[in-house]
């Protein structure tokens, strides 16, 4: 066991920098009123000594705690098997750490989780919360609204009205689902495909609800209707897309394409595809959601997609979250158009990528 170093303290900096022991507090705080030439002795006294902020005298001072939350609602089976967390995750932490914030991850496997996570963020341990992959039943909305913690959520928030967190000054960045579904379905028509299947994400999230309203309306407008046979629910992972191809070679042998809700759906229905000897895209052609790189490089013939920017949205949550909370010693610059207020909602496009698979 090694012994513990004694770390410089702020009255050492002080001394160092020949100031007073509060100026040094200002400085370090990023407190205003004091003039440069001290700042910046007191800056180099700092670096000279390796002078490390104690965090929790800090925030007495700060009220801030330097630190997000951003809380998933899912087990950790499938956060860490998806990829799509993996990039939301990413652009997240690249802004958190651009303006020197810590992220504290927080994942829900069951109810138990979520009194767990509601009494961490009411804790003041942290300055805010962003929060995604929601499900409609889910009670986090309203537990982390009674926690009183600034939040951003991932995705348009579809919880009813009568909950508590019903807010119409709720801010959230999300992509337009139901303008990229549109424009898959139209791609399909387009290249003469007539039975179209739509395999769907989980329908309590609004995300799976709005692609399919997207494919419906262009179904509507196309083809007056569409059968109802030819949509089968999901969940949004492989195997849920070989459980739902399976269900639809079964009832509509005759389906000639398929839109998948996201990449991931798409690689599982292309597998039960290939197995039933169906051609792609010659005898059925194929389009997913998401273009996340590490699944459609994986894919026989390369995936035509739908293009989020997933990375994108998670780094416009978190600057979303930072530009709105008090006293903010790190704020970044604010979203060019996006006033930095609750109320906020952030719509990013989607683009149609075309590749061989339709």
């Not at 939040?151 to 019903?166: C, I, K, L, N, S």
């Not at 992509?175 to 399909?188: M, P």
């Not at 897309?241 to 079964?250: D, H, V």
Request: aromatic content about 4%.
């Amino acid at each position: 066991m090694t012994e513990a170093v004694s770390r410089p303290t702020l009255e050492a900096v002080a001394a160092r920098a020949g100031v007073s022991r509060a100026t040094v507090s200002r400085v370090v705080n990023g407190g205003d009123g004091v003039r440069e030439p001290l700042a910046e002795r007191v800056r180099r006294a700092v670096e000279e000594l390796g002078y490390v902020p104690n965090q929790a005298a800090r925030s007495l001072v700060t009220r801030r705690h330097d630190a997000v939350a951003v809380v998933i609602a899912e087990p950790e089976t499938k956060v860490f098997a998806d990829p799509f967390f993996a990039l939301q995750l990413r652009g997240i932490s690249k802004e958190l750490t651009a303006h020197d914030n810590q992220l504290v991850l927080l994942l829900t496997e069951g109810r138990a989780d979520h009194a767990r996570v509601a009494r961490y963020l009411a804790g003041g341990h942290v300055d805010g919360a962003l929060v995604f992959s929601l499900h409609l039943d889910d009670p986090l909305p309203g537990l982390i609204h009674d926690a009183g913690v600034p939040t951003v959520f991932g995705g348009r928030p579809g919880w009813g009205e009568d909950t508590p967190a019903a807010d119409p000054g709720v801010a959230y960045v999300d992509c337009d689902n139901r303008g990229g579904a549109r424009a898959a379905v139209r791609h399909l028509l387009d290249l003469g495909r007539r039975r179209i299947a739509h395999i769907t994400g989980p329908l309590d999230q609004t995300s799976a609800a709005d692609r399919l309203d997207g494919y419906r309306d262009v179904m509507a407008d196309v083809l007056g209707e569409s059968d109802p046979r030819l949509v089968v629910e999901s969940d949004f992972t492989p195997a849920g897309g070989e459980r739902a191809m399976r269900e639809l070679l079964g009832r509509c042998p005759d389906v000639d394409a398929v839109f998948a809700a996201n990449d991931l759906t798409a690689l599982g229905a292309l597998r039960v595809l290939r197995e039933s000897g169906r051609r792609v895209p010659e005898d059925v052609a194929v389009v997913g959601f998401d273009d996340m790189v590490p699944v459609t490089e994986q894919t026989e013939p390369p995936l035509t997609t739908v293009r989020q920017d997933i990375e994108e949205m998670g780094r416009l949550m978190a600057r979303l979250l930072l530009q709105g909370l008090p006293d903010g010693r790190h704020r970044p610059p604010a979203l060019p158009g996006v006033p930095g207020s609750p109320g906020t909602a952030v719509i990013l496009p989607t683009t149609l990528i075309r590749r061989a698979s339709a």
